[in-house]
């Protein structure tokens, strides 16, 4: 059996692959546990029903307020759809015994089963994409109740694969649960003495306990007196019920080390407890372990039945003699013995306690002292009090006046406001250190390059206008960002210089993403969900963040990668885009995270690598072997002589961004430089990484060891080598010649396709050439003039740009001059009021030969 079990690891991996996406429909309790055939379709009717209650209700209080349909609300109280208007999508996991409900969006598990609280699956017969469950659920203590349990998935053959490993769990289950070997049980079974002790403990509870604990090693006796005294018992009754649960823990301790009468000669030695009655018949562990673990108040609650009669018979008669001979005499109490108050605390624990009939110095001495060194409480006689009450009536009778109660009042109230407003504190202090807490571990990388204090400034000063959309200049983002970025910033440097590219550069409207919010993207079923519930593990395996099954990072690496599934259509999701995912996450929130992958998808162009004909990253592996073979030719041959093509090793740096193999702090450099840049950063960053290491390339001679070479050496670089692969990404330009490689690689897959689909006119093959050729100078030709082009808007975009700042200065100047126009008049006309009548003709005339000759000079 050894041989045959499986490993621990791979049954736990294929356990954690069980997962579904489902839709959380609602539950409805039935009757019966065996489910009929239409159980599901009779629920989905029961929601739809109750839905339009509901609806109908909130209509009739609106149009009156008053008249409530009270009896339509209670009919269907056995009904409870779930809330449409939130998200109610769920993870269905289906474990070794347990079937679990975990919600992404509260990051936790909603509903937690055993199968051996499932009585019945069943799918829906009408609605084929619906199934459910029946399971038991306790509603009170001893009183349980049959729920239906209805979820939605995506399509019907995800159902059907639902229902089919459902059926192969409980299978599995059942027999692992029939294989367990049956124990054998003896009549010196620990746990059997243990039994056999809850069921003689009578009158002398004490006493009982004293002499199990007699039977007991010294030091088994001195570990549960330690114990006991740790928890420090308020009472009696709190300490034998300590004491009996110390014993079941050694009991099942020495219970697994114990061997059975039959399997060898049984050992007598001063643990053995000798047992005066002996039953014929084996006992089931499990029988005895439930009895066992019940507490002593319940196992004595039959024996001590019989004593609570006999014990209220004699305190009544007791009571009334004395009350006939206590006439004029003082009333003193009864004593009664310590053993006899724990006796009557654990028979009826719900009653007064015995401790407040006994005189405060009526210890019996003759007693065996208690197990603890504490003292037996000590309380007043009701009966004194009850005098002393009698005795002093103008005490008892005194009523504080309105004004003291409403100021007592109106100081509770305060009370309670100032409590409930240090509780909403104490959660958002407690909320911003789970937050900073979280930001904490996602940031656990080391960066590449130190990010001083005056480049963390200048950021801030940017970051400003990221609010306001305000255009930056191009240079000097590119230098601040060569100086490098802090990293508890660098989500929201991201998002800044998406920003500045959808200024300058606007998408057209075919190309842009459909307008649908990720919340609501979240409220739907993706078809998508088995390859991104297998490569959740997979994605940053060691980083704590993501590295718990099902935990906050994988969680929200789901619904990210979801809703991004259900926005593309077209590209759905592809191996890849969970490591550019993860790294947004790392930076910023589930929204955040999910526009900057939109940007990076639709605005930069990378969905084209994504999409299913893989025609981009065709494309990309032309242009970096171009590279290799235009600046690297001796690598390039090197490589070529092995037979090793670019799509063996470049392909993961590109479709993950180098996230799949490389340090985090490196692919947050490249990041960076991408959301600047583009496209040709991945270009760039992996011309530099082999660029760097040509001559340990060259010294590689097999195909296996240069392939290990660039899958794992190259990725283990050190500190200065990545800052120096990243300085060299920013001095680098290649633009040009991709744009020329790309025409080239389209040309010549026209050549080919015409070389496949020769033409039937059987033209010659020198006029071919020629066409060819001057095809190819003609595309050649508009290659050079289009980034000519693009020279020139983008210097006209420069100087666009200095113009409106001109623009801007030259206003403020305006208005700066006519404010000074209108000081100087307002300052003229109060002269004016001060000259003569001559003067002012002659200031009039000069005045108008100012007007008439601006720039004569006057003096």
């Known amino acids: 059996k050894e041989d045959a079990k499986p490993s621990k690891d791979s049954e736990d991996a294929f356990y954690d692959s069980q997962k579904f996406e489902v839709l959380y429909c609602g539950k409805v309790t039935v009757a019966h546990k065996k489910a009929p055939s239409t159980l599901i379709d009779d629920c989905i009717e029961k929601f739809s029903l109750h839905e339009r209650q509901r609806l109908k209700l909130l209509n009739e209080q609106r149009n009156n307020e008053s008249s409530l349909d009270l009896p339509l609300c209670e009919g269907n109280v056995h009904v409870q759809p ?22 992404p969006d509260t990051k936790s598990v909603v509903l937690e089963k055993n199968f051996k609280d499932i009585s019945s699956c069943s799918q829906g017969i009408k609605h084929v994409d619906h199934f459910g469950f029946i399971c038991r659920e306790s509603v009170e203590p001893g009183l349980s109740q049959y729920v239906c349990y209805v979820f939605q998935c995506a399509s019907e053959s995800l159902v059907d694969e639902v229902m089919l490993t459902l059926k192969q769990a409980f299978s599995t289950a059942a027999a692992l649960q029939n294989a367990k070997t049956q124990i054998k049980l003896c009549e010196a079974c620990p746990m059997h003495s243990l039994h056999k002790l809850c069921e003689r403990i009578e009158g002398s509870t004490k006493l009982v306990i004293q002499r199990h604990l007699s039977s007991l090693t010294d030091n088994e006796q001195a570990d549960i007196f330690e114990r006991v005294q740790k928890m420090k018992p308020d009472n009696d009754q709190e300490e034998n019920e300590l004491v009996i649960l110390h014993l079941r823990q050694l009991c099942e301790t020495k219970q697994k080390a114990h061997i059975h009468i039959g399997e060898a000669p049984l050992t007598v030695s001063n643990n053995a407890i000798p047992e005066s009655t002996a039953s014929g018949g084996r006992f089931k562990l499990d029988v005895l372990k439930n009895k066992a673990k019940k507490s002593l108040t319940s196992s004595l609650e039959n024996i001590f039945s019989r004593v609570r009669l006999t014990t209220h018979c004699q305190t009544s008669n007791i009571c009334s003699s004395e009350s006939l001979n206590a006439v004029g005499a003082t009333l003193t109490p009864r004593r009664i013995s310590w053993r006899r108050r724990i006796f009557l605390q ?4 719900m009653n007064k306690s015995p401790s407040k009939m006994q005189h405060p110095d009526g210890h019996d001495g003759g007693e065996l002292l208690p197990l603890s060194p504490l003292a037996p409480p000590v309380e007043e006689d009701p009966l004194v009090l009850v005098l002393q009450n009698e005795d002093g009536p103008d005490k008892t009778e005194e009523r504080k006046n309105s004004e003291e109660l409403q100021s007592l009042w109106r100081k509770a109230i305060h009370q309670q406001i100032l409590l409930l407003r240090m509780e909403k504190e104490n959660q958002k202090l407690e909320a911003s250190r789970d937050e900073l807490q979280s930001r904490k571990v996602k940031l656990d990388y080391d960066e590449v390059g130190t990010c001083q204090k005056d480049v963390v400034n200048v950021w801030d ?37 998406a920003v500045q590219h959808r200024v300058r ?38 980083h704590p963040y993501f590295s718990t099954h099902l935990g906050a990072g994988q969680l929200s690496l789901f619904n990210l990668l979801k809703a991004y599934s259900l926005l593309d259509k077209e590209v759905g999701y592809c191996q890849g885009i969970s490591f550019v995912a993860g790294v947004l996450l790392l930076h910023m929130s589930e929204e955040q995270a999910f526009e900057m992958l939109k940007f990076l998808m639709y605005d930069l162009g990378f969905r084209k690598q994504y999409r299913p004909d893989m025609m981009s990253l065709q494309i990309q592996m032309y242009q970096l072997s171009r590279l290799l073979h235009d600046y690297h030719r001796d690598l390039y041959n090197h490589l070529e002589e092995n037979e090793i093509s670019p799509s063996l090793y470049a392909a993961p740096w590109f479709l993950t961004l180098f996230a799949s193999q490389f340090p985090l702090g490196f692919v947050a450099r490249v990041f960076d430089i991408i959301f600047l840049q583009g496209t040709e950063v991945i270009f760039k960053v992996a011309l530099s990484l082999l660029s760097s290491q040509e001559t340990s390339v060259m010294g590689c001679e097999s195909f296996e060891n240069i392939v290990d070479f660039l899958k794992t050496t190259i990725p283990d670089m050190t500190q200065p080598q990545m800052e120096k692969i ?15 490689y790309e025409v080239e690689y389209h040309v010549l897959q026209d050549e080919l396709q015409e070389n496949v689909n020769p033409c039937d006119e059987g033209e010659p093959l020198e006029k071919l050439e020629r066409a060819n050729s001057h095809l190819k100078r003609q595309n050649m030709d508009l290659l050079e003039k289009l980034q000519v082009a693009h020279a020139k808007i983008q210097s006209l975009e420069s100087s666009l740009e200095t113009i409106l700042t001109r623009e801007n200065k030259m206003k403020t100047v305006i208005q700066s001059l006519e404010q000074e126009k209108i000081t100087y008049q307002k300052t003229l006309e109060q002269i004016m009021k001060y000259l003569p009548a001559e003067a002012l003709s002659d200031c009039e005339l000069l005045l108008k030969e100012v007007n008439y000759n601006p720039n004569n000079k006057i003096k």
């Not at 990243?726 to 020329?740: G, N, P, R, Y």
């Open 82 to 103: 779930s809330d449409s208007e939130k998200n109610r999508t769920m993870l269905f996991q289906v474990g070794r015994f347990e079937v679990n409900l975990i919600s």
């Open 346 to 349: 654990v028979a009826s624990p």
């Open 461 to 497: 000063k940017k970051l400003l206008n990221c609010r306001a959309k305000i255009r930056c200049d191009m240079e000097d983002i590119h230098s601040t960002l060569k100086e490098g970025v802090p990293k508890s910033r660098r989500g929201e440097i991201w998002q800044f210089l």
């Open 505 to 542: 550069h606007r998408l057209p409207n075919k190309q842009q993403p459909p307008d649908v919010s990720y919340k609501e993207l979240l409220k739907q079923l993706t078809a998508q969900q088995h390859a991104i519930l297998v490569d959740l593990g997979r994605t940053f395996p060691t």
């Open 726 to 740: 990243i300085t060299q990404v920013f001095e680098m330009d290649i633009s040009k010649q991709l744009h020329a």
